[in-house]
Every structure is written in structure tokens, then in C-alpha cells.
């Protein structure tokens, strides 16, 4: 029969090789013996001399720099488990690692572990070996005879549970620790879940380099946490590769990113690069305007790549001069033509701007060397590059292929009626180019209120003149929320790399957001991507997820609900309050200090225009409270969430403060039942919804 053993437990371990017959002492024993390991792992390291092993101090401070991310990376995080589970094979595993006897024991947890002779004490949970402790079950064990989970409390190993997969007599059970694990109350930032990974997860989390991934997961099922491992399993199986090319995850804003910092870090990978969409577009230009949705709209929509194509290439003109080249006492002399003949082949090629600004130069030379040539002249690539550079050259190319800043184009573009119509003509229609048109143009490129949406189209801009750098690999969460253009932007950043995206189709709470995955992954450049769906929730409770769920046939008709997996049901008040503002107020102070009497995170969740309101009801009442990102502690445990922030985070109780007027605060219904879906599936444990102004009809129907 499965067990779940305790401390006080001391049923024999038949694999114990300590001598003792107390397993969990046993285990104890050989978590010390894991952590006095990694701590000599980490001492050898520090012990290492470089000075008579790098020639210079540029190759000194690389490679210390390598041995201080090794020195971090090999860290004992004291509140971390060091390993969570262990799988006992039936017969001895192929490769370096199988050694010895049948019945070959393997450690799972964060990272490797070795002793002083080389020998694992801890498997990488990253690692093939490791694979059947998330993959293996009663109908195909995978040759493992025992799979052990362990639990921890306050960083000590306090209790463990057995699966004999291949025991016929033993009764297939949910596993209590796993489940506890999962219920376990909220505090701090994200935490990495390689102990809790279901094999649907670890199939997606084990998906090869080479193609595109899209998680289309309901809140709770874990996407976020599924995007994260698949980084970190990547960087294990193709480290070298991606050491090169690099990664890069991508979240909705900075909030949401420092939530979920120190996931990565926690599985000891140091090096990936976290932005926003803001942060990739926005390194040309300051963004200080805000455009009105519809507005924004048009500007995201794909149609304004090729608006944009056409106006960078609008710079190209034909030429009327011949070309004459003076060297020495000889000139030579390339017609107009022959020039047009050359702007043509490169229009034709399709190259981008910039590269063919600097390609014409070199074809109007290599002329000119044919006809050296034929003088009977001896010319080389030097005297080439020379023609190349001549002033003459120089002031053709100047005058036919113009070098272009991209932000001026868009300037032009906003501000110029008659050149965005010359542009835009037979793609956009007369009322979206009104809508673009800026009512006071700007003089110039510092001095214009670019908005997010413009940053956008000067980054796609300076992509048709000078190729974005790619990356090996891009996490792309809250995906659902991007633009066409948006979509492109990061395209670019993994157009000869792979990328994981993530998202919630019924979580759009943008104007724009999309449809469907695959127009979002047609935008994105990877049509071909694989799209997997998430149905299990492990984060938000039965009750509360059930009641979010009324809204899902407005804002996203087909979408399956998600079904929550949790024992505990959870808890759920709905209540009105009557009276005015001040007594909605009141009643939102009070239940958050209701909420406070529970264990965990309290996420107080408001309309954003509600929240200088209950900032200072809060302060009036002597509740401190933390913003979004803010790590919570034991001492401060509320945060006080705008609508617009609450997108990726999880609060064990939430409070929710007037839902209509969240819905309100969008621009449109839709994006505001979308807003308030979001809002309601926040909650870990319990969800209290407060409201003075009636409900959405939507939940009242349901």
C-alpha cells in the first residue's frame, strides 16, 4: 500500500545502505551528505587559480567572470530543497551513469550533485535519466520499480511517499504530498515546480530546440511555469548553442517579470535576459504620449508593414545623371541607365534598404572596373573599393538610394497627409488614415510624444533597413494580448530561432488582442508551430474557477473551461454592499483583514481609478501594503493591485472590489469581461468579490 511516512515512522528501507532502519533518517542522512557535497563542488571552484592559465587580462576577466556564475550557480539555497524525489529502476540504466547491480537508485532535484570520486548524488531533473519520475505511471512504468516523493518543510526533509508502479496489489492513489505541494500558500515571488511537473507539462517542457511551441492554457494550468522549465531544460540540452545565440523571456510588463525572477536563478540558470514588448521597440525613441484605442488599433495592425515598405522605399528615385569616375588622367563613365538597371535588380532581390544603400556603390564600381578592364588595366578589390568611396560614386548613390532614419519615416507618416496617403492608399481606409494623423505634427524626432504603438513601427521600419539581431530562443508569455505588429517585432528577435509562446485566449484584455493562435503565430513568423492546450488547473480552486467560468461564453466561445485539479475547494463570498462609497470601502478593509487572519498572500484587486480610493482607506485604517512585484513576507502580506497589473500573479486570497467597474475601465465590454476574468482567477485559495453597483449581467445570468 502507498505510504506516507513521517518522522516517527521507522518501517525498514530494504535499499538503505547506511545500515540504519529508519528510512526517513536514512534519506536525512543522505540529503547531508548531498549538501556537504555541493558545498565542496562550490569550494573547488572558488579554489581555482587562473593566473598561469590565461594569456592576457581580457581572457582573465572572462573566464573569472564564468567561474562566478558557476560559484552562484552552485549555491545552497537553504529554504530550496536540494533534491524532492528518487526513482529505484528495476534494472541498471544505459550510459556512464550504469554502473553496479540491478536495482539502480537515482536522487531527482534541481541540479547535479557529485561526490569527491566523480560519483551522482543528486541527477539533474533535466537529465534522460530523470525523465520517468514526471513520465512514469502504472501502465508504463518505464522499468521503475519505485518512484519516492519527499516532503520539506522549512527546508528540513520531514515526510516522503511511495508509488510501486509495477505492484498489482498496491491501490493507484493521489499522491497527498504532491497535492500539498501544490496547495502550499503563496508567499514571495514564483517558485520553479520540478517537483510538481505532470507529464503533459514535461512533454512540453522536453519539446526539442528546433521548433515552435504555443501553450494555450486556462488560468492555473501552469503555462507561465511550463515556458520558464522548457528554458531552463533547453539551456541543459543545448547549452552550447544557446551560449551563442542566447535567450530571452518575454512578459506583459515589469511587474509581472520580477515575479517571476527568480524561477530561473532557483534551477541555476543565470544568463536569461527578461524584457517587455516596451523594452525591445523603445531603445530609439522615448515614449511619453498615449494613443486612444482605436487609434492604437490601426497602428498595430499588420497592414502598416507594407505601409511602412513602401514609404522606406519611396526614397529610392531614378536616376538622371551618368556616373563619371576621374582616376589619374582617365575618366570613366557609367550611364544612367546601366545605374537604373542596378536599382532595379536590388529592388527586385527584395533586400533591405540599408544593405542595398551599401550595395549600390560596389555594383556602380564593379562597372567602372569592367571597363578598366577592358582598357587593358589590371584593377584589384582595393582599386574597387576606392571607386567605391569616390566622391562621385558617393553623390549618385546619395542622390538614387538615400541613407533613411526610421523615425523619421513614421514622423513623416503621422504628420504628412499627402505622403501617408501616397502610402497607404488601397490598404487603409480614409478613416483610419485620419486616425493615424497627429492633430499638432511634431518638428522633430526628440521632440514628438511617440506612444508605445509608434515605437513599434519605428522598430518594424528599422528592421526594412538594417536585419534585427535574432536569438536562439524567446519566451513569449500573455502572448494573447499582442498586436500584429507586436507579434512581428518579436518574430524578428527569433527569426532563425525557435520560441515558446504562451498565452490565454480568453485573457485578452487588450483592443487588439487576438483571435486565434494561428493568426498570432502567422504574425509571429512560425505558422508551423505546434499548439498544445492546458486544461488542468492546478492554482485555482473548484469554486472559484467554476464562478470566473460564467464569463467564458462572452469573451471566448468554444474555449474549454479549465478544470481545476485541487482536493480543496476552496472559498468563495459573492456579496453586495449596501449603501454608498464609503460603505464599499469600508467592507473592502474589512475583508481584507479577514483574509489576513489566513495564512499566505492577500491580493487586494480593484478597478484601476479605485485604487487611490482604497490606497487611502487602507492608510486611513493603518494597513501597510506593497505594490505589484513587490516580494511579500511573513510581516507584509497585502498588495494593493490595479486591474491592469493583476495579469500572471497569484495571491492565496484575493478581494475584489466592484467588478462592474472593472469591466468599465476598458475601452469596450468585451476587453472589460475579459479584464474582470483575469481578476477573478487570481486567487489561490479564496476569492471575496465586494460590489456596491450591480454585477455583469453575464455572472448574474449564469
Known amino acids: ?89 528495476l534494472h541498471a540504466v544505459g ?17 547535479h550533485v557529485h561526490d569527491a570520486a566523480g560519483d551522482p548524488m543528486v541527477i539533474d531533473w533535466r537529465a534522460p535519466v530523470s525523465q520517468p519520475y514526471y513520465q512514469a505511471s502504472r501502465t508504463d512504468p518505464q522499468d521503475v520499480g519505485l518512484r519516492r516523493r519527499f516532503g520539506y518543510t522549512g527546508g528540513e526533509l520531514t515526510a516522503y511517499e511511495d508509488e510501486h508502479l509495477t505492484d498489482p496489489a498496491e491501490a493507484e492513489h493521489t499522491s497527498r504530498l504532491l497535492q500539498a505541494e501544490i496547495e502550499r500558500p503563496r508567499v514571495g515571488p514564483m517558485r520553479d515546480i520540478v517537483a510538481t511537473i505532470q507529464p503533459e507539462q514535461d512533454e512540453i517542457v522536453r519539446s526539442g530546440l528546433g521548433g515552435t511551441v504555443c501553450v ?71 515614449v511619453r504620449g498615449e494613443d486612444e484605442a482605436a487609434t492604437a488599433v490601426v497602428k498595430g495592425d499588420a497592414r502598416m508593414a507594407e505601409v511602412l515598405r513602401r514609404a522606406i522605399r519611396s526614397h529610392v528615385t531614378a536616376p538622371v545623371e551618368p556616373v563619371v569616375v576621374v582616376r589619374g588622367s582617365r575618366r570613366w563613365r557609367v550611364p544612367a541607365y546601366e545605374i537604373q538597371e542596378m536599382v532595379d535588380e536590388l529592388l527586385a532581390r527584395d533586400m533591405r534598404y540599408g544593405a542595398a544603400h551599401e550595395a549600390l556603390p560596389q555594383r556602380i564600381a564593379h562597372a567602372v572596373l569592367v571597363r578598366m578592364e577592358e582598357a587593358g588595366e589590371a584593377p584589384d578589390d582595393r582599386v574597387q573599393n576606392a571607386v567605391a568611396r569616390n566622391p562621385a560614386v558617393k553623390a549618385a548613390v546619395k542622390a538614387v538610394w538615400p541613407a533613411v532614419d526610421p523615425a523619421k519615416v513614421v514622423l513623416r507618416l503621422l504628420s504628412d497627409a499627402e505622403f501617408l496617403a501616397a502610402h497607404a492608399g488601397g490598404l487603409l481606409s480614409e478613416e483610419e488614415q485620419k486616425r493615424l494623423l497627429w492633430a499638432k505634427p511634431a518638428r522633430s524626432v526628440k521632440s514628438a510624444k511617440w506612444s508605445a504603438a509608434d515605437a513599434v513601427l519605428i522598430d518594424e521600419a528599422g528592421d526594412l533597413v538594417a536585419r534585427t539581431h535574432s536569438l536562439g530562443h524567446v519566451v513569449l508569455d ?135 480610493v482604497l490606497r487611502a482607506a487602507l492608510e486611513a485604517a493603518g494597513h501597510a501594503y506593497l505594490s505589484p512585484g513587490e516580494e511579500t513576507t511573513a510581516e507584509s502580506r497585502l498588495t494593493l493591485v490595479p486591474a491592469s497589473l493583476a495579469k500572471g500573479l497569484e495571491y492565496d486570497y484575493v478581494v475584489l472590489d466592484e467588478p462592474g467597474a472593472v469591466v468599465d475601465g476598458e475601452p469596450d465590454e468585451r476587453t472589460g469581461l475579459r479584464r474582470l476574468y483575469v481578476a477573478l482567477t487570481r486567487a489561490v485559495s479564496g476569492l471575496t468579490v465586494l460590489h456596491a453597483a450591480p454585477l455583469p449581467e453575464v455572472l448574474v445570468q449564469a
Open 1 to 89: 500500500m502507498p505510504a506516507h511516512v513521517a518522522e516517527s515512522d521507522s518501517t525498514p528501507d530494504p535499499t538503505s545502505t547506511t545500515g540504519t532502519t529508519d528510512p526517513l533518517a536514512h534519506e536525512r542522512a543522505h540529503l547531508a551528505a548531498s549538501r556537504a557535497a555541493l558545498r565542496g563542488m562550490r569550494e573547488d571552484v572558488q579554489a581555482l587559480d587562473i593566473r598561469d592559465v590565461t594569456a592576457n587580462w581580457v581572457n582573465a576577466a572572462v573566464l573569472q567572470s564564468q567561474i562566478d556564475d558557476r560559484i552562484k550557480a552552485l549555491a545552497d539555497l537553504s529554504h530550496t530543497p536540494l533534491f524532492f524525489g528518487r526513482l529505484d529502476y
Open 95 to 111: 550510459g556512464e551513469l550504469a554502473e553496479g547491480a540491478d536495482g539502480e537508485r537515482f536522487y531527482i532535484g534541481r541540479r
Open 216 to 286: 494555450q492554457g486556462g488560468p492555473g494550468t501552469g503555462k507561465t511555469a511550463v515556458g520558464l522549465h522548457r528554458v531552463a531544460y533547453l539551456l541543459y540540452a543545448h547549452r552550447e548553442r544557446l551560449a551563442r545565440t542566447g535567450t530571452l523571456v518575454i512578459g506583459p510588463n515589469r511587474s509581472f517579470l520580477h515575479y517571476i525572477e527568480q524561477v530561473l536563478p532557483a534551477l541555476g540558470e543565470l544568463e536569461v535576459k527578461q524584457a517587455t514588448v516596451d523594452d525591445l521597440v523603445g531603445t530609439g525613441v522615448e
Open 478 to 612: 500573455e502572448a494573447q494580448d499582442l498586436s500584429p505588429m507586436q507579434y512581428r517585432a518579436v518574430g524578428r528577435r527569433c527569426s532563425t530561432g525557435s520560441a515558446t509562446v504562451l498565452g490565454d485566449l480568453a485573457q485578452g484584455t487588450t483592443p487588439w488582442s487576438t483571435e486565434s493562435w494561428g493568426e498570432a503565430l502567422f504574425h509571429l513568423g512560425k505558422a508551423d508551430a505546434v499548439v498544445e492546450e492546458l486544461t488542468a488547473g492546478f492554482r485555482v480552486p473548484r469554486e472559484v474557477i467554476a464562478y470566473a467560468s460564467r464569463l467564458l461564453p462572452a469573451i471566448s466561445p468554444g474555449l474549454a473551461a479549465v478544470e481545476s485539479v485541487r482536493e480543496s475547494p476552496g472559498s468563495l463570498a459573492v456579496r453586495e454592499v449596501p449603501g454608498g462609497a464609503a460603505e464599499l470601502d469600508a467592507a473592502v478593509v474589512a475583508a481584507c483583514e479577514e483574509s489576513l487572519r489566513n495564512e499566505g498572500s492577500i491580493g487586494l484587486i480593484a478597478a484601476d481609478a479605485r485604487i487611490p
